[in-house]
């Protein structure tokens, strides 16, 4: 996988979809979207939130460090407020 590709992976995924990209408030597009996806799903146990949880959780901490856009906190970054969901 190329450069440029891996980065759009990591984009898409980090701002769940480019939610983070949205004007005015994308943390709360992504609770809201996160919500959606919530609604959407069959009822599951608590561990198979908590897996969910950690994936994304780990999979966030993984990959931002990975992209480079050297902030500690970018606005655009919504997957923490779709996690904390």
């Known amino acids: ?12 995924f980090l701002t769940c979809g480019y939610v983070g ?7 709360t597009y992504a609770s809201l979207l996160c919500c ?11 561990g198979a939130h ?3 949880l950690l994936i994304l959780l ?3 901490v ?6 480079g856009w050297g902030e500690s906190d970018p ?5 923490d407020e779709f996690a904390g969901m």
């Not at 996988?1 to 898409?12: E, P």
């Not at 990209?21 to 943390?27: D, E």
């Not at 919530?38 to 146990?45: E, G, H, I, V």
């Open 1 to 12: 996988m190329s450069t440029g590709t891996k980065n759009r992976v990591l984009a898409f």
């Open 75 to 79: 606005g655009f970054v919504v997957i």
């Open 62 to 67: 993984l990959s931002i460090d990975r992209t």
């Open 36 to 46: 959606l996806f919530l609604f959407a799903l069959p009822p599951l146990s608590y």
């Open 50 to 52: 908590l897996l969910i």
């Open 58 to 60: 780990g999979g966030a």
């Open 21 to 27: 990209y949205l004007p005015g408030a994308p943390g």
